[in-house]
T-cell receptor, first 115, second 111 residues
Framework: DSGVTQTPKHLITATGQRVTLRCSPRSGDLSVYWYQQSLDQGLQFLIQYYNGEERAKGNILERFSAQQFPDLHSELNLSSLELGDSALYFCASSPRTGTLNYEQFFGPGTRLTVL | DAKTTQPTSMDCAEGRAANLPCNHSTISGNEYVYWYRQIHSQGPQYIIH???NNETNEMASLIITEDRKSSTLILPHATLRDTAVYYCIVRAAGGGNKLTFGTGTQLKVEL
């Protein structure tokens, strides 16, 4: 158990819909990362937040957005869903940012299926 | 971040050492080598990292060649629970904290 929690575990929805994935980082971790893992693209970094502020952006679509709240939990919002958005979405946390020696701790993931 | 090359798959007998190679011939002086693994769609798990010296922890050993162009992750006594995809990642100091995953090596540990 990494200490990172993600809800829901599974999500099935239809094309065009909007969903919200939630992540609670390990106690005390200020940095949250979102990754997407699909069969054809592998594990890809989406976005990072540090203490409530966006810190880095990766291959995140404009239809996707994220935020980190004052209690440090984070939400990833996916809208106008397409079949290709079906994937595993992982959240990870680390104590700080810009400090290389802190590894990232990953949650169990949310499996999104778009029908 | 430097690109890495790993074999697609490897097999290992339970109880034997598993040696997973990684080529990172374009690595720069300030780039670290990290290893993560992912057990069947679970979240990736950190294993070990190093800059140029060999490193060992309770999970594994990391051997980095003197020219730093390649490294080997060693699981000294592989068990069935070590069956996973192992990712070798090269990450620059100060380059942000995102992890860039390649395709990794599928390690299968068998009886």
């Amino acid at each position: 158990d990494s200490g990172v929690t993600q809800t829901p575990k599974h999500l099935i929805t239809a094309t065009g819909q909007r969903v919200t994935l939630r992540c609670s980082p390990r106690s005390g971790d200020l940095s949250v990362y979102w990754y997407q893992q699909s069969l054809d693209q592998g594990l890809q970094f989406l976005i990072q937040y540090y203490n409530g502020e966006e810190r880095a952006k990766g291959n995140i679509l404009e239809r996707f957005s994220a935020q980190q709240f004052p209690d440090l939990h984070s939400e990833l919002n996916l809208s106008s869903l397409e079949l290709g958005d079906s994937a595993l979405y992982f959240c990870a946390s680390s104590p700080r940012t810009g400090t290389l020696n802190y590894e990232q701790f990953f949650g169990p993931g949310t499996r999104l299926t778009v029908l | 971040d430097a690109k890495t090359t790993q074999p697609t798959s490897m097999d290992c007998a339970e109880g034997r050492a598993a040696n997973l190679p990684c080529n990172h011939s374009t690595i720069s002086g300030n780039e670290y080598v990290y290893w993560y693994r992912q057990i069947h769609s679970q979240g990736p798990q950190y294993i070990i990292h190093g800059l140029k010296n060999n490193e060992t922890n309770e999970m594994a050993s990391l051997i980095i060649t003197e020219d730093r162009k390649s490294s080997t992750l060693i699981l000294p006594h592989a068990t069935l629970r070590d069956t996973a995809v192992y990712y070798c990642i090269v990450r620059a100091a100060g380059g942000g904290n995102k992890l860039t995953f390649g395709t990794g090596t599928q390690l299968k540990v068998e009886l």
